[in-house]
């Protein structure tokens, strides 16, 4: 009895013990500022590095647009998107995971009963079969001795977190993708406006050589040049209301809607981009949800290395059961027909093939391809943030100078309209100063649009704040 004791003790002892290696994040070596960001810097002299910090994006980031519209689609989206309620479904998965490996750390406890009729071997011919009951409760705990259980269970715990960082990025995502689709919306409707408007100016025109036409003054190569014209522009015209027809159906699709049960109104009018600030604050990247995921991977490939590893050291297991068991029902319960059991039970595998081997660099594999794989996704967020930085800036740069070159291109135009009606210039000069007109307006909406793209991006990388975390 003393030794079974000193074993026990011993036993218990060894319960402390852990195969799970420490965890460490991957180390990155981050820059001390973002390379685009270097010009503002030196004008501001605000410029802070970013370093990592988990923290989850704000909720309705997208009313710096200060749309109502954008707003509404917003929260449709988030309650009937398909992709969300994936994603919503995969971390109720991992969830019930953990709670699956949680209860492995625990004993259990089972019932059984049984009637059993039979009959064995006997020399004598007359033997008959014989009936036997059993009613009874086992119980049975293995004990954690080297952390196989808790290494499996913090394994689930961060692929649960991981699944709920992805539930984040899918919301982020699915609101930086329905604003973006909202703006080109806007800025198909305002090509669309600005076609319709030139037609009617090209309209006049054209009837304006037809007139000079009959007066003697024009000859027909000028009509037909601004018939050709008019007629080019319907075709643009057409093109924009079908890009805009087929970026509703996208907008519906985001929603969870079919195209014929959604439509929005028209108002060609898109909303003004939210200031870029000098400064970007600190602790930028690992608030991003992706990239919080990818570090959760991490460590549940850590924790899955020390569940390989226990494989090499015994399992123990402590047992108990008791109940009943004689051969007539009436009088199973009682002292007679008691019996028990209880005891430890210790198994290890002594070959096996080199499986156990195989199993412990398979995992330290996945460790590294995790590790990899977080590193990958914090380089390139630096690269969509240094990406967008430089686009943000200089498509604020070139709507300015595109503004200023339609202003030039309608001056031109009257001067050209002007002095044709003079008589001193042909109709090419025209025709050419309106197709410069056109296609300044045209780049503007379009440099309008790539900036708003560009910004929304910008929010997405930093995911949805240019504040700190609190």
Sequence with gaps: MKHTALAATALLLAAGCSTQPAYQRPAIALPAQFKEATAAAAQAGIWRPAQPQDAAPPEEWWRLYGDPVLDDLQQRAAVANPGIAQAVARLRAAQAAVAGSRAALLPTLGASSSATRARGASTANTAGPATSYSLGLNAGWEIDLWGRLSGAASAAEASAQASGADLAAARLSLQATAAQTYFALRAA?????????????????????????????????????AEAQYKSTQAQLLEAETSRAQIEHALAALIGLPPAAFGLDATARLPAPPEVPAELPSRLLERRPDIAAAERRVAAANAQVGVAQSAFFPALTLSAAGGWRGASLGDLVGAPNL???LGPALALTLFDGGARSAAVESARASLDLAAAGYRQAVITALQEVEDNLAAATSLAREEQVQTEAVAAAQRALTIATNQYKAGTVGYLNVLSAQTTVLSAQRGLIDVKNRRLAAVNTLLKNVAGRWDGPP
Aim: glycine residues 4%.
């Design 189 to 225: 409707e305002a090509q669309g406006a600005l076609l319709r408007d030139t037609l009617a100016a090209y309209e006049q025109s054209w009837q304006l050589t037809r007139n000079r036409e009959r007066a003697g003054v024009a000859s027909p190569a000028d009509v037909a040049q």
């Design 339 to 341: 019996f028990w059991s």
